[in-house]
């Protein structure tokens, strides 16, 4: 089983910018397609960004042009650069794969933005 670490979120002003970290054990991590999820309050959790393991890049309509995701494969690594903070941005982010089953979750990291 994969275990999923992520980090980097805080408190931010609209119009900012937070750099986020997901860090997966085990060596399957390269093979798979990789995807930043979030959760806000009383919604379901949505796919934001995703990335093959050749590096080719997909993006929900509501980030696109503000939101980069990134990995570094030799470390087992997804990034999610976000730009352009909006209040709406406000959630939980999470890290998986997008292949059924998907792996545990993690716990998370916050991102809240403030107007």
């Known amino acids: 089983q994969v275990h999923l670490v992520e980090s980097g979120g805080g408190l931010v002003q609209t119009g900012g910018s937070l750099r986020l970290s997901c860090a997966a054990s085990?060596?399957?991590?390269?093979?798979?397609?990789m995807a930043w999820y979030r959760q806000a309050p009383g919604k379901q959790r949505e796919s934001v960004a995703a990335?093959?393991?050749?590096?080719?890049?997909n993006y929900a309509d509501s980030v696109k042009g503000r939101f980069t995701i990134s990995r570094d494969n030799a470390k087992n690594t997804v990034f999610l650069q976000m730009n352009t903070l909006k209040p709406e941005d406000t959630a939980v982010y999470y890290c998986?794969?997008?292949?059924?089953?998907?792996?545990?979750w993690g716990q998370g990291t916050q991102v809240t933005v403030s107007s």
């Open positions: 990335i093959t393991s050749g590096g080719s890049t």
């Open positions: 085990g060596s399957v991590f390269s093979s798979n397609t």
């Open positions: 998986n794969r997008v292949v059924w089953p998907l792996w545990d």
